[in-house]
């Protein structure tokens, strides 16, 4: 009864007031608005690069043909192809929890159709390969194990290639030219995206390993099976490390290599890689949401602000209630009341607003922003006690007031 | 002669200025008995109003005691302290110290939402008293839309709401024209009537005649205790007031 009629009575004291208790619960609105649409853009920024995971096809971890010393000259990775479709066959083979080992070569090659032609990559590939990256086919049918067996005069356009050279027909049924070898166009793949690094992934063609190491790109001439890479893909996240290095171990051996020389092929955890990258947006977000803290903060600081102010133009007020009866914890309890309420209702204006914001650079920035329940709730509870921290000091303040003083003050 | 409502021995109350000791208070020893009307009087200075501030629980002595219904008070915590105002005691201030925010009769309940008492008798009582002093169609006014003379009918409408065992009032006519201060005073008796033990700070002679007994404080001491057979009875001056008021 004498807590409700103390809320009701701190309610009224803001109502009448209505301009300063506004400008008071701005502060907060600006804070918790801030903090729940950092949320949300950082959350985007952290769905973005988990799409990337997944585009890149998750758990793969990539074997490029390693540098090899020349007269004395270290050359860069894949400057001698190294490994082979054999190695790939033994990886998928002898290791534990391995899902596919795709064994690819790759050209820079000029892609001619009709009358139009595109410079783009073309990648000689197995069945393996759409297991290993996750991709799949929009129209028409994948690669089989028949296409390589024969090396069939097919190919695979991704969605860049194909809109370059067909532009909104569909080319399944086409014939391109590669170097000058006519390939029949039997499906356009699924739309990847971007990687991490700006990457167009869709800017590809596929045809079979076969047909690009006889007819299309050419072949070692030290070894008619090497290949550029393989992509090997772990069933299991947490196996990723053991695989690493059991791959390590079954290539050098295979390779014959002695301890103390250097690794001819290079392993790439891709996964690792972005595992960092989210790491790292993570951070940032956690930033974001940490600078729109401080602004909740200085809301806070100007709840105290006025609350201070109007503890003292309320002297006489409280000498009064003293007077009446009111026992220091009641006068606390109606500062206190009074400051969490504004922080409160600013909380909830703030959850709004950010909502708002957040919708709205999602919207017109084209920037992901979904909005974060588990941003919306501490947000709104950081408030409160935004409240109660910076209301504490005032209220008590006023509480300690002796009601003798208070009565008498001008 | 009827059991006492305030009994103080050797009461006394020192304040530290700086170095030296001010005596505001100095061995008062009153006995006021329930139903009496007690004016106090002395020149600013003389330790009138520390003397009420004791009377009234807002304050404790240095030395002394000090009996409220028979009750040390004087050694009393600060919540207790709280609670003896609530209950018991009730204040009339020469700033009638309403809220400005609160209508009238929000005013008067002020009091009893520091006492349990439940939401609807609060409003109950608080009407009740308010019609008491002739306010009862004013609830809903603020203060500013009332003039003086109401708005101190107001404060003793808000003093009496918890039935306290001691009224007090501190220069309770003080900012109001000789007219209204009839008025209060005339509320004041009927009060005493009815049998509240009336204790008033004042630095009026007209005033203080109209109480049964005046106390002199000088220089922190009570000098004198004079009883008075035949006080003015402010009804008398009342009803031309009255009329005018009901005019108005």
């Known amino acids: 009864m004498r807590l409700q009629g103390t809320a009701r009575l701190a309610l009224a004291a803001m109502a009448s007031n209505k301009s300063r208790t506004g400008l008071t619960m701005l502060g907060v609105i600006i804070g918790v608005a801030a903090v729940v649409t950092m949320m949300a853009v950082g959350a985007g920024a952290q769905a973005r690069v988990a799409e990337q995971i997944r585009s890149l096809g998750s758990n793969l971890i990539i074997v490029l043909s390693g540098s090899i010393t020349s007269s004395g000259v270290r050359l860069g990775s894949g400057s001698q192809l190294t490994i082979t479709e054999d ?4 990886i998928e083979r002898e290791i534990d929890g391995v899902q596919a080992a795709a064994p690819t070569v790759r050209g820079g090659v000029q892609v001619v159709a009709a009358n139009a032609n595109w410079s783009t990559a073309t990648f000689g590939v197995t069945p393996e390969f759409f297991d290993a990256r996750d991709w799949t086919v929009a129209s028409g049918r994948p690669l089989g194990q028949d296409d390589v067996d024969g090396a069939a005069k097919v190919a695979l356009l991704g969605q860049t290639v194909a809109q370059n050279l067909f532009g909104a027909a569909s080319p399944v049924g086409e014939t391109i030219r590669i170097n000058k070898v006519p390939l029949t166009v039997v499906g356009v793949l699924a739309r990847k995206g971007q990687t991490g690094q700006g990457q167009d992934q869709d800017d590809a063609v596929l045809i079979p390993l076969s047909t690009a190491k006889k007819k299309v790109l050419g072949t070692s001439q030290a070894n008619a099976r090497a290949v550029a890479a393989i992509l090997v893909k772990i069933r299991r996240p947490e196996a990723m490390k053991p695989a690493e290095a059991e791959i390590r171990t079954l290539l050098r051996q295979r390779h014959r ?6 690794d001819d092929f290079t392993l790439r ?10 790491a790292s947006s993570r951070v940032l ?9 401080v602004s909740l903060v200085v809301g806070g600081i100007g709840i105290m602000n006025i609350m201070l102010v109007s503890v003292t133009e309320r002297t006489r007020e409280i000498g009064l209630r003293r007077a009446v009866g009111a026992r220091r914890h009641d006068i606390l309890a109606q500062f206190l009341i009074e400051a969490v309420t504004v922080s409160l209702t600013g909380g909830l204006i ?23 329940v588990r941003s919306i709730v501490p947000a709104f509870v950081f408030a409160g006690a935004v409240g109660v921290f910076f209301g504490f000091y005032p209220a008590r303040k006023a509480s300690r007031l002796s009601p003798i003083d208070a009565l008498r003050h001008e | 002669m009827a059991e006492p409502v305030i009994e103080t021995q050797r009461l006394s109350k020192d304040y530290w200025l700086g170095a ?9 020893s009153v006995t006021i008995a329930a139903g009496e009307m007690v004016a106090i009087m002395g020149p600013s200075g003389s330790g009138k109003s520390t003397f009420m501030s004791i009377l009234g629980c807002l304050d404790t002595p240095t030395a002394g005691r000090y009996l409220l219904q028979g009750r040390d008070v004087s050694q009393l915590d600060d919540d207790d302290l709280a609670r003896s105002r609530n209950a018991k005691i009730g204040f009339v201030f020469q700033q009638f110290n309403l809220l400005p925010r609160l209508s009238a009769l929000a005013n008067v309940q002020l009091p009893l939402i520091y006492s ?11 009407q009740a008293r308010l019609a008491e002093v002739g306010l009862g169609d004013r609830g809903h006014h603020r203060p500013a839309e009332l003039s003086g003379g109401q708005q101190q009918r107001v404060a003793i409408a808000r003093a009496l709401v918890n039935d306290p065992v001691l009224f007090l009032a501190d220069e309770p006519t003080g900012n109001l024209d000789t007219r209204t201060s009839l008025e209060i005073m005339a509320i004041l008796q009927s009060l005493n009537r009815r049998g509240i033990t009336i204790v008033l700070v004042t630095h009026e002679e007209d005033i203080a005649r109209h109480a049964r007994r005046v106390l002199h404080f000088r220089d922190g001491l009570l000098i004198g205790d004079e009883r008075n057979a035949h006080p003015i009875d402010a009804r008398a001056a009342r009803a031309p007031a009255a009329m005018a008021a009901a005019g108005a």
């Open chain 1, 87 to 90: 190695d790939a066959r033994a």
């Open chain 1, 257 to 262: 290599l002695q301890p103390g020389q250097d």
């Open chain 1, 269 to 278: 955890n891709l996964a690792e890689m972005l595992e960092a990258q989210e």
């Open chain 1, 285 to 293: 977000s956690l930033l974001l949401a940490a600078i729109a803290s």
């Open chain 1, 350 to 372: 703030g959850v709004a607003v950010g909502v708002l914001g957040s919708w709205t650079i999602a919207h017109f920035a084209g920037w992901p922003a979904p909005i974060q």
């Open chain 2, 20 to 28: 030296h000791v001010v005596h505001a208070l100095r061995d008062v």
């Open chain 2, 116 to 126: 349990d008492r439940p939401a609807g008798e609060q409003r109950r009582r608080a």
